[in-house]
């Protein structure tokens, strides 16, 4: 009752305020889509939409792969397990402001670490770059490191939460396998990965609306190429335009909501499709 009590308050203030433009003599007129036309116009939001979009088709894959990777490593019993656990988990609880400042620290230009490496600044690695490198001077680069800081601080989520998946197959599964000569291969595709589809599906939704709603990281190293959320963000403090700024905040919900229903279709599909073989 309290999320479903906040969730409709928010929306019908934002919906509210996204409806309601100013006019430049500040003269209000609503309800308006007035607002909706500027920002679908405006050559800022459209970069920002498919930065966005491009950020959450890459982002969320690799943070499933990389949660994957970790979670089978520590499901294996082996020796220091608990440390190797504890440390994959280090990620998660230093705090994303922290991340993303260190990053800018190491891609700075052009003293950053990451250049003193690459220009051969330190005896013990080799000269790569005859000059360094401005990493923030490029969508790509830039976009691409908020990226890599983002992955690294929540995959230890995903692999909790694929760790748990894996810990709910029963083993006898595997040992009937093994009597009837499966390979790895074999017990990973037809036991491993069918079970695993509620939680991957889980880690998908969840970590999708994260890469959506992504802000931190894109904003420290990536100022100058908006992703929708640092878009908001620019279009209500250094512009004062909140109307905008809720419209986009409007569509970035509709965006939220229309991946998630996708996702949760291709999911179903795909575990139907995975237990049939």
């Known amino acids: ?8 308050l928010i929306l019908y203030y934002l919906i509210s305020i996204s409806l309601t433009y100013v006019t430049p003599d500040y003269v209000k007129s609503a309800p308006s889509l007035e607002n909706f036309r500027i920002i679908f116009a405006s050559p ?5 939409f498919w930065n966005t979009l491009l950020f959450v088709l ?16 520590v499901y294996r019993n082996f020796m220091f ?27 700075e230009y052009p003293g950053g670490h990451i ?4 220009t051969g600044q330190h005896s013990f690695f080799p000269r790569i770059l005859e000059n360094p490198v401005n990493w923030r001077d490029s969508a790509a680069f830039s976009l691409g490191v908020s990226l890599i800081g983002k992955v690294w601080r929540d995959m230890p989520i995903s692999m909790l ?3 748990a998946g894996l810990n709910s197959i029963s083993p006898d599964q595997y040992k009937a396998a093994d009597t ?28 999708s609306v994260e890469m959506w709603k992504e802000f931190i990281f894109p904003y420290f190293l990536a100022r100058r190429y908006h992703l929708l959320g640092t878009y908001i963000e620019y279009l209500y403090h250094d512009w004062n335009k909140s109307g905008e700024a809720a419209a986009v905040s ?4 509709a965006c939220i909501v229309l991946f998630a229903m996708l996702l949760l279709v291709i999911t179903r599909k795909l575990r139907f499709r995975v237990v049939r073989i």
Do not use: D, H, W
């Open 115 to 118: 250049n003193a490496l690459l």
């Open 161 to 163: 939460i694929l760790l």
């Open 1 to 8: 009752i309290y999320l479903a009590g906040f969730l409709i």
């Open 58 to 73: 890459v982002g969320t894959p690799l943070e499933l792969i990389a949660g994957l990777v970790l979670a089978m490593v």
């Open 44 to 48: 800022e939001f459209i970069s920002a």
């Open 81 to 107: 397990r608990p440390i190797v656990r504890s440390i994959f988990l280090i990620p998660v609880a230093i705090p994303a402001l922290v991340t993303a400042i260190i990053l800018l620290v190491l891609f």
């Open 250 to 253: 409007v569509v970035l919900f």
């Open 180 to 207: 009837l000569g499966a390979g790895e291969r074999q017990k990973f595709l037809y036991i491993t990965l069918p079970s695993l589809v509620p939680a991957i599906a889980s880690v998908l939704l969840i970590r």
